[in-house]
């Protein structure tokens, strides 16, 4: 009698541990949730032109860049996807487009990066050029008029790493023009390395453009 008791007991028991095993497999693996980053615009860490565009730097070890020359022949480079052109020097490299558009002679660098904006104001140019990386500011931002609209421009140097053989490094002056319509805003970095005479080439360049 005891005997036959005890079976359905030990039965009830293996039933019930199986039944906890299975429940315990059963449970589906905890998951996280993807996580996703908006791209970052052109040239920047931040939603805006401007905002995060970094300081130009020379290449130490870049063949030296002279001065544009006067007779110096100027193309027209229209920019249908961000929305503008401007005049750049026959010869020079172009590197990216869209949004973000360099170009480059040795060191002679002009830098045009375009995203949306409303018109900043004096004290936030001189705050966003004051927190460049490397970059010496020289004076406060003057607002300027270019092709009949306002603008400001800011001047700043940065300094290269040094050339891996000589140790020398290249002084980059660069001249910054903020230029804004309709909720776009154009940040535009015309670099010379210290001593070269780009004054008359970079002003022809800057006075050229032109929304779209």
Do not use: H
């Not at 022949?73 to 929305?83: D, K, P, Q």
């Amino acid at each position: 009698m005891t005997r036959l008791l005890l079976v359905p007991v030990a039965l009830f028991i293996v039933v019930a541990s199986g039944c906890g095993g299975s429940g315990r497999q059963a449970a589906p693996p905890t998951t996280s949730a993807p996580v996703t980053t908006s791209a970052l615009p052109a040239g920047g860490t931040s939603t805006s032109a401007g905002s995060g565009t970094g300081a130009l730097q020379a290449e130490a070890n870049a063949a030296a860049a002279g001065d544009i020359p006067d007779n110096q022949v100027f193309l027209v480079f229209r920019n249908a996807s961000a929305g503008y052109s401007m005049k750049y020097p026959e010869g020079w490299a172009q590197q990216g487009a869209g949004d973000r558009v360099v170009f480059r002679d040795k060191n002679n660098i002009a830098r045009i990066v375009v995203g949306q904006g409303t018109a900043p104001t004096k004290a936030a140019v001189q705050a966003e050029v004051s927190s460049l990386s490397g970059a010496q500011v020289q004076g406060a931002p003057q607002p300027i008029t270019l092709a009949g609209a306002p603008a400001f421009k800011v001047v700043y140097s940065t300094v290269s790493a040094p050339n891996a053989v000589t140790g020398k490094r290249v002084k980059l002056v660069v001249d910054r023009y903020y230029l804004w319509r309709a909720g776009r805003r154009a940040v535009v970095d015309l670099g010379t390395p210290e001593g070269v005479d780009n004054v008359d080439a970079y002003r022809l360049m800057i006075e050229s453009f032109r929304w779209r």
